[in-house]
């Protein structure tokens, strides 16, 4: 890596992840930020698979833990935030492929289906990449990451979801190694910039993919920043109120969720369908929470922050929140 601009690029996408690591282990909301940076790749994961997948579709758990919807038709979502040893998707094809949650194909064709290849010819595919992979120059391991995505959607080893297949394991060799990315930051980056990565020359994608980290994280950056802003809000409102009940626990449930609704409400904090509406509506009259579905019942809520990039993208993810750990849950 001699070229001078290419290592500023470099490491200016290594000092993003940098910053991404910090605030995961110094936000005051590093809980509900998680979940959404989650959110946001598994649907530019979907984007770059040419397909889409609504926020609202997610389901999260007690835990934390992000559930997607049935429909969504994403290839090989089961390997998003998924762990694998590097030396599986170096040299070990059926581990790769179980992985991502390849299954025969084969076997479940149907009259009107494309035909697909078996899964042994799979394997065997996916194992001339690996040699083919093993022959590359030494290269640090965000490029190296680059060159491995690409190389993979190029050749097409399975012959469908290959692209979204590239990001995943091209992701698993650079920000994949930190909790920085579930999978999806470069395709994140991607998405945020409309690049023509599918047209780029292999020296051109490796500037492409740095560039996409670096602004897949600064729009992961940037949610912390602006859900940091709105707990700071939400904090102070119902520090002043004289009877805040159990608010603070629905906006800690709100701000960790895409939507929620009164039954969510009343079945995580315990309490009747009654109170879980007057505590809803309480926070909407406040201003911190919106009423998004319109209806007279089965209403849906979501804070006021919006997933979107911000225009500027320039947050200061290194400055002390000054929030404590009032919205943290650990």
């Given at each position: 890596m001699t070229d001078n601009t290419l290592l500023v690029e470099y490491a200016d996408a290594q000092a993003m992840l940098a910053r991404v690591e910090e605030r995961q282990r110094l936000s005051p909301v590093r809980r509900p930020w998680k979940i959404r940076c989650f959110i946001a790749e598994r649907q530019a994961l979907a984007w770059i698979d040419a397909t889409t997948i609504e926020a609202d579709a997610f389901t999260v758990d007690g835990r934390g833990n992000v559930s997607g919807a049935d429909f969504d038709l994403t290839h090989w979502r089961r390997a998003v935030g998924a762990p694998i040893a590097l030396d599986i998707l170096r040299t070990n094809p059926s581990g790769l492929l179980d992985w991502l949650g390849v299954e025969d194909a084969s076997t479940a064709a149907t009259p009107w289906a494309v035909p697909l290849l078996p899964l042994a010819d799979v394997q065997l595919r996916v194992e001339a990449w690996q040699k083919a992979m093993a022959a590359l120059p030494p290269a640090p391991p965000l490029l190296y990451g680059a060159r491995l995505a690409q190389s993979w959607w190029v050749r097409t080893p399975i012959g469908r979801g290959d692209a979204v297949a590239g990001f995943?394991?091209?992701?698993?060799?650079?920000?994949?190694?930190?909790e920085a990315s579930s999978g999806g930051l470069a395709a994140l980056g991607f998405q945020v910039s409309g690049a023509a990565w599918k047209a780029a020359t292999p020296a051109r994608f490796d500037r492409l993919w740095l560039h996409a980290i670096a602004l897949g994280a600064r729009h992961h950056l940037d949610q912390e920043q602006r859900l940091r802003g709105y707990a700071e809000r939400a904090a102070a409102h119902i520090a002043a109120r004289r009877r805040p009940g159990r608010l603070r626990e629905v906006i800690m449930l709100a701000m960790a969720h895409p939507h929620i609704g009164s039954r969510l409400v009343a079945d995580r904090l315990d309490i009747t369908s009654a109170g879980a509406?007057?505590?809803?509506?309480?926070?909407?009259?406040?201003g911190l929470l919106v009423e998004r579905s319109g209806q007279s019942s089965y209403r849906s809520y979501a804070i006021p922050v919006s997933s979107l990039p911000s225009s500027s993208l320039t947050p200061d993810p290194l400055a002390d929140p000054g929030t404590g750990n009032l919205w943290t849950e650990g």
């Open positions: 995943l394991i091209g992701d698993r060799h650079g920000p994949g190694r930190s509406i007057k505590l809803l509506t309480i926070a909407t009259e406040a």
